[in-house]
């Protein structure tokens, strides 16, 4: 019997042009990608401030429902105690949580209606909650045509987010705030 035979494969790797083709192919790709993550980035970004300025309104109307009449202010920081109030910030009982403290990503504008200082009247019927004035806040970035809107009824304390189709730069209309499916 013969012995078998012993291949010695040697595995040199990829040569110069192969590994030249290969990284020419990462870049192109990735570069075309680059735009549409800084979009979704952005988008993120919009969404979450959006998001967290229908949190404190939420969290302030249940405040007031818990412990009585409160009060909070919008700023590029986020809800915070209203200055010139004589009324308490609105804080849950329930979770601890502050309304206030939800703050806004800098490279995320706020243009919004409401009023210096916002107060939530209390009651124990969750029919009854509502607020001193509407008003309509609206978040947009750089890098994204997305617009979010978070209005405000006040007779009826609820709390809606939505797409903003207007101008940001002219006077904000809660007309231009429209239904999103995707939210």
């Given at each position: 019997?013969?012995?078998?035979?012993?291949?010695?494969?040697?595995?040199?790797?990829?040569?110069?042009?192969?590994?030249?083709?290969?990284?020419?192919?990462?870049?192109?790709?990735?570069?075309?990608s680059?735009?549409?993550?800084?979009?979704?980035?952005?988008?993120?970004?919009?969404?979450?401030?959006?998001?967290?300025?229908?949190?404190?309104?939420?969290?302030?109307?249940?405040?007031?429902?818990?412990d009585?009449?409160?009060?909070?202010?919008?700023?590029?920081?986020?809800?915070?105690?209203?200055?010139?109030?004589?009324?308490?910030?609105?804080?849950?009982?329930?979770?601890?949580?502050?309304?206030?403290?939800?703050?806004?990503?800098?490279?995320?504008?706020?243009?919004?209606?409401?009023?210096?200082?916002?107060?939530?009247?209390?009651?124990?019927?969750?029919?009854?909650?509502s607020?001193?004035?509407?008003?309509?806040?609206?978040?947009?970035?750089?890098?994204?045509?997305?617009?979010?809107?978070?209005?405000?009824?006040?007779?009826?304390?609820?709390?809606?987010?939505?797409?903003?189709?207007?101008?940001?730069?002219?006077?904000?209309?809660?007309?231009?705030?429209?239904?999103?499916?995707?939210?």
């Open positions: 019997m013969s012995a078998p035979r012993q291949t010695t494969a040697r595995h040199r790797g990829l040569s110069l042009p192969e590994t030249v083709i290969t990284i020419s192919l990462i870049s192109v790709v990735t570069s075309l680059a735009p549409s993550l800084y979009e979704t980035y952005m988008r993120q970004k919009v969404d979450s401030a959006s998001r967290r300025i229908s949190q404190g309104l939420e969290r302030a109307l249940a405040a007031a429902e818990e009585g009449d409160c009060s909070l202010s919008l700023s590029s920081a986020g809800w915070t105690a209203a200055g010139g109030s004589s009324l308490p910030l609105c804080v849950s009982r329930d979770t601890g949580v502050l309304a206030t403290g939800l703050g806004i990503a800098s490279d995320v504008q706020l243009r919004h209606t409401f009023p210096a200082a916002l107060t939530f009247y209390g009651s124990k019927s969750q029919a009854d909650r607020a001193s004035a509407a008003g309509m806040a609206v978040l947009s970035a750089q890098g994204t045509r997305l617009q979010r809107c978070v209005v405000l009824a006040p007779t009826l304390g609820l709390v809606r987010l939505g797409s903003y189709e207007g101008n940001v730069n002219t006077s904000l209309s809660e007309a231009s705030c429209t239904a999103d499916r995707t939210l």
